[in-house]
């Protein structure tokens, strides 16, 4: 419930209107149990961090390439259905260019996603130079997401997916 205020507190205000009152408000709570669960902002950020990230992974289905029409469906509904958890971590990731204390969950953030695309492909056969691949994946979803987040239309993104999901297949296939 914490862990989600704070999202949602990020995602609407950036993180300059992050405070524990602010949490507690979106919680409905007393701001001092936000205090004593997490005793600081940091500690705030970097597990409502991990949460975010662990929840769009499962919401876009990154573990299952079985489908270019299903994978395409869930990507883009994870957009629209939850913006505030790709909002979130983008904050995130531009406040690690500014701030030293950031840098270290964003580079877990970004571990964790290439992880998972690294798994989604093993699941699919793909087995050689998989680090390779998986990042230039994840770089292309991540790329689709900002874009969707900043209105491209589904149109023009399930195109995007199309053109990433055929030379995906010919990498598989070349295999």
């Known amino acids: 419930m914490l862990i989600s205020a704070t999202v949602d507190v990020v995602a609407q205000k950036g993180l300059r209107g992050l405070t524990f009152r602010a949490v507690a408000e979106h919680a409905q709570v007393n701001n001092s149990l936000v205090a004593h669960h997490f005793g600081n902002r940091a500690a705030l950020l970097a597990a409502a961090l991990e949460w975010a990230v662990e929840q769009s992974i499962e919401s876009t289905h990154l573990l299952d390439l079985s489908s270019e029409e299903r994978f395409a469906d869930a990507l883009l509904s994870s957009v629209t259905e939850r913006p505030e958890l790709q909002a979130f971590q983008y904050e995130m990731i531009l406040e690690a260019r500014r701030s030293d204390l950031f840098r270290a ?3 877990r953030l970004y571990d964790r996603y290439q992880t998972a695309a690294e798994d989604a492909l093993r699941a699919i056969g793909f087995d050689d130079d998989v680090d390779r691949v998986a990042r230039w994946l994840f770089a292309a ?3 689709i997401v900002l874009q969707s987040m900043a209105g491209v239309s589904d149109a023009q993104l399930r195109s ?3 053109s990433m999901w055929t ?3 010919r990498e598989v296939d070349r295999r």
Do not use: M, W
Request: glycine share 8%; charged share 10%; aromatic share 0%.
């Open 167 to 169: 030379v995906l297949q």
């Open 141 to 143: 979803l991540d790329g």
């Open 105 to 107: 969950p964003v580079t």
């Open 160 to 162: 995007a997916i199309h």
